[in-house]
């Protein structure tokens, strides 16, 4: 088993930026890849990006060049520095990682990120 928490989020006005943290515990040797998704309302769930133990990234169109996935091994944590933040980026973002053996998804319980003025 392998939990996550996640904290951060809040409201921002368009421009602005947070910073969302990811902690994991349980049986962290299970999982490599940790990532977020958002989920807009009335919208399916969406990766946003991911990065491998070894610091590989991937990261969806929207958000190049204005969020930026890092991870500490050591911490077993994973952030999501988000600049430029615009109205579309209101979502509940969800921090996930998936057992490296069977394929199980992991979530976090989500944080709510709000861009308005």
């Known amino acids: 088993q392998v939990q996550l928490v996640e904290s951060g989020g809040g409201l921002v006005q368009p421009g602005g930026s947070l910073r969302l943290s990811c902690a994991a515990s349980?049986?962290?040797?299970?999982?490599?890849?940790m990532g977020w998704y958002r989920q807009a309302p009335g919208k399916q769930r969406e990766l946003v990006a991911d990065?491998?133990?070894?610091?590989?990234?991937n990261y969806a169109d929207s958000v190049k060049g204005r969020f930026t996935i890092s991870r500490d091994n050591a911490k077993n944590t994973v952030y999501l520095q988000m600049n430029s933040l615009k109205p579309e980026d209101t979502a509940v973002y969800y921090c996930n990682t998936r057992d490296r053996g069977n394929g199980y998804d992991y979530w976090g319980q989500g944080t709510q990120v709000t861009v308005s003025s």
């Open positions: 990065i491998t133990r070894t610091h590989i990234t």
């Open positions: 349980g049986s962290i040797f299970r999982i490599n890849a």
